[in-house]
């Protein structure tokens, strides 16, 4: 069974950084799309930024280029999302998602992926 756990929401003032870490289990790390996506009630689901693993091919949100950075780390089964120059419409539920032998970050974040996290919650104050 696939399993997700994230970590690293918290409160942070504006211009802060925050490092969200999305541990993976249950599937073929090293072959799959794993990705960040966040969502505020009333609004769409966003694709923040994924990563293919299998050779590191990234995508970034247009809001979040240049502040945003995906890693993964294949010997810990976990993929970080460092957040820098946080701004107060980042403030989300931020989830983590992942989908095996799926080769393309683009097509992961825009299409979505198969299995969910439980989510963490980012705050920017302004």
């Known amino acids: 069974e696939v399993h997700l756990v994230e970590s690293g929401g918290g409160f942070v003032q504006a211009g802060g950084s925050l490092r969200l870490s999305c541990t993976g289990s249950?599937?073929?790390?090293?072959?799959?799309?794993i990705g960040w996506f966040r969502q505020v009630p009333g609004k769409e689901r966003e694709g923040v930024s994924c990563?293919?693993?299998?050779?590191?091919?990234?995508y970034y949100a247009d809001s979040t280029k240049g502040r945003f950075a995906i890693s993964s780390d294949n010997a810990k089964k976990t993929v970080y999302l460092e957040m820098n120059n946080l701004k107060d419409d980042d403030t989300a539920v931020y989830y983590c998602a992942v989908e095996e032998r799926v080769k393309s970050a683009v097509s992961a974040c825009v299409g979505g992926l198969e299995v969910w996290g439980q989510g963490v919650s980012v705050t920017v104050s302004a």
């Open positions: 249950g599937f073929t790390f090293g072959n799959a799309a």
């Open positions: 990563i293919a693993t299998a050779h590191g091919d990234t």
